[in-house]
């Protein structure tokens, strides 16, 4: 049934090139646009920068027991979760 619908398409699309190339142009044209004013909104501030001193940045890392220490600094107990 797709092969169908496939076929009946490239028909139409063959039969009336300059229809296709202009809705491919007015997509790309749509993108573009969307994509540069997505980067200058971006660029202009929205979003939060990033970590300025990433050398003080913290890591994370697993524990000799497998659980992650909780807020008191003490390992966390399953009955305690």
Do not use: K
Request: glycine share 12%; hydrophobic share 45%.
């Amino acid at each position: 049934m797709e092969w169908i619908l496939l076929r009946q398409a490239a028909r139409r699309v063959a039969a009336q090139p300059g229809f296709a190339l202009a809705a491919v142009i007015i997509l790309a044209i749509g993108i573009g646009a969307n994509a540069t004013t997505f980067s200058i909104v971006t660029y202009a501030g929205v979003r939060r920068p990033g970590i300025s001193r990433l050398g003080h940045s913290l890591q994370a890392q697993p524990t000799t027991t497998g659980r992650l220490p909780d807020a008191c600094g003490n390992r966390c107990h399953p009955g305690r979760l």
